[in-house]
């Protein structure tokens, strides 16, 4: 038997499908209350993952599954940041 490894899945907080977690984006709550979005996957804190769609990002927005996720509440600035982030970052 050949010994492949198993993509790892994460849960998009909006459409609580499992996704592999390359195809998401990573929004975390740092140790020190910062929220940050987070390309590399590996940053420490509390993690919560979307869809890089413009649909699911509006959603997101709307019902607040982020903040809900992270247990936080997020600026203006951030969902600014994120829109860019999913526009240009992602295809």
């Not at 996704?19 to 709550?29: A, G, H, Q, S, T």
């Not at 982020?66 to 860019?84: G, I, N, P, S, W």
């Amino acid at each position: 038997m050949a010994n492949h490894k198993q993509t790892p899945l994460r849960k998009c907080v909006v459409s609580q499908q499992m996704l592999p977690k390359k195809e998401l984006v990573r929004i975390v709550k740092t140790p020190s209350g910062e929220i940050i979005i987070d390309p590399t996957g590996k940053a420490n804190g509390r993690g919560a993952y979307l869809r890089p769609t413009l649909e699911t990002y509006e959603k997101a927005k709307k019902n607040h599954a982020l903040e809900r996720a992270l247990k936080v509440k997020l600026t203006d600035q951030f969902y600014e940041m994120l829109y860019h982030e999913i526009n240009e970052g992602w295809d």
